[in-house]
């Protein structure tokens, strides 16, 4: 069974940085992209990054671009999702996900999912 849990939210303030990671399991996912979504409250859920496996190609959300570093290690099958000059905006639940459509943006197109981890910037 295919499993993905997020771990490192929490509670920062405007401008801080925060670490997330996503540890996979029941499969390997060294051929699939893998992406981070956020969900804000009342808002639909809306992409915010990805990594493809072929040359580690990265692409993010322009809200995002410039502040968040995504990144894997295939090895431990975990994906990480570095977030740096945090806004309030930011604030959300944030997901992990696993796709076969490399440079996929769109919630429908990834297969697994993690439940989520909170995260709140505070002003």
């Known amino acids: 069974q295919v499993q993905l849990a997020e771990s490192g939210g929490g509670l920062v303030q405007e401008g801080d940085s925060l670490s997330l990671s996503c540890a996979a399991s029941g499969r390997t996912f060294s051929s699939c992209t893998m992406g981070w979504f956020r969900q804000a409250p009342g808002k639909e859920r809306e992409f915010v990054a990805g990594?493809?496996?072929?040359?580690?190609?990265?692409y993010y959300a322009d809200s995002v671009k410039g502040r968040f570093i995504v990144s894997r290690d295939d090895a431990k099958n975990t994906v990480y999702l570095q977030m740096n000059s945090l806004k309030p905006e930011d604030t959300a639940v944030y997901y992990c996900a696993v796709t076969d459509n490399w440079g996929a943006r769109r919630s429908y197109q990834y297969a697994y999912w993690g439940h989520g981890t909170q995260v709140t910037v505070s002003s």
């Open positions: 990594m493809i496996p072929t040359g580690r190609s990265t």
